[in-house]
């Protein structure tokens, strides 16, 4: 099973943040965090996703807008050392208010909605600018994650009330495994780069967990480029192809190819099992597929030569026709 040649483009992914859409507005979020078998989920219509990923610190940030109403959610989901107490939540509003005493809030309220313990109030104006901007600040302790949801809104009106309300109201906590109407809930690319860590440690074992929550999140909702996409499905392959599972290998790369059938290395790692299984016919018509498309290759990858892929050797050695054939294919390319 061939390793493949792209280790600065996984690199990038996992030195550089997601790239998120900067013009499609979508409704519904959700947000996790790792070893959590929970999710919050939230619907916002109009809203535009700008940020949702792990902090340094171990939070999960998220910030979506709608710039033509001027609104923001933000939403952070902060681990702690030990179960918190509900009555933690009004003490942390109380704070909310308390930072922002510099503006002198009006119009301050204390409400429960939809189970969130909550405080909204106005900040007329900074700097001598009039803003009328309505901030309201949730609250809410699940095991030992905060739940921290902040919306705001510039020159807001008795009518815009109801948005917030919406929106709060829409937020739930939900199993991990279910959420969604049983769509798997999570962030693809996140898991991405946690796999890719793992596998670029060569730690195969460790990286299916989660390239392959990624790829069931990314079958029912796709989040992540083409090139992405495709590193995602053919490492996944290759870690199921080097922990000796060849039948799980086989069903990524064969779902790879019925998705995106122009990628050589999905058909070369396919030949890369039959060959491991000593099937020669398997293995020339895949490798045929993967040198026919060799030049769709991702940008920073190499196109592998099997004549030198351990995953071969044993074929090469024991069949002289499919050596011959080898040969002849990718010595008469060079």
């Keep these: 099973m061939k390793v493949p040649h792209r280790f ?52 999960r940030y998220f910030l979506a807008e709608d710039n033509k109403n001027r609104a923001v959610v933000s939403v952070y989901l902060e681990p702690g050392k030990a179960p918190a107490a509900p009555e933690e939540c009004k003490r942390l509003l109380e704070d909310r208010a308390k930072r ?65 309300d919406a929106i709060l109201q829409s937020a739930v906590v939900a199993p991990q495994e279910t959420a969604a109407g049983d769509v798997p809930a999570g962030d693809s690319m996140e898991l991405f780069r946690q796999g890719s860590r793992f596998f670029l440690a060569r730690q195969y074992r460790l990286a299916i967990g989660p390239y392959q929550k990624a790829l069931d999140i990314e079958k029912s909702t796709s989040t992540l480029d083409k ?13 199921y192809g080097a922990t000796g599972d060849l039948d799980r290998s086989k069903e990524v790369f064969d779902y790879g190819v019925s998705q995106d059938p122009a990628y050589p290395m999905f058909y070369y790692n396919l030949a890369c099992g039959a060959a491991q299984k000593r099937d020669a016919n ?53």
């Design 8 to 59: 600065a483009m996984l690199a990038l992914i996992l030195a550089v943040p997601a790239a998120l859409p900067q013009d499609a507005a979508t409704s519904k979020f959700s947000l996790w965090l790792p070893g959590k078998l929970w999710t919050l989920e939230l619907a916002a219509p109009g809203f535009t996703l700008r940020n949702n990923e792990m902090q340094p610190d171990g939070r």
């Design 100 to 164: 922002d005493s510099p503006f002198e809030p009006k119009h301050i309220e204390y409400r429960e909605i939809a189970g969130f313990e909550t405080i909204a109030y106005t900040i007329p104006e900074v700097d001598g600018v009039p803003v009328n901007q309505r901030n309201l600040f949730a609250c809410l302790m699940k095991d030992d994650v905060h739940v921290d949801i902040h919306l705001s809104k510039a020159l807001f009106k008795a009518s815009d009330q109801p948005l917030f």
């Design 227 to 239: 090139n992405t996409w495709r590193a995602l499905v053919d490492d996944l392959g290759v870690s």
């Design 282 to 334: 398997d293995a020339k018509a895949f490798l045929q597929m993967a040198f026919d498309n060799r030049n769709n290759i991702i940008p920073g990858e190499s196109f592998p030569d099997p004549r030198v892929d351990e995953s071969f050797q044993r074929l090469l050695l024991l069949d002289k026709d499919f050596r011959q054939w080898v040969d002849s294919l990718w010595g008469g390319s060079r």
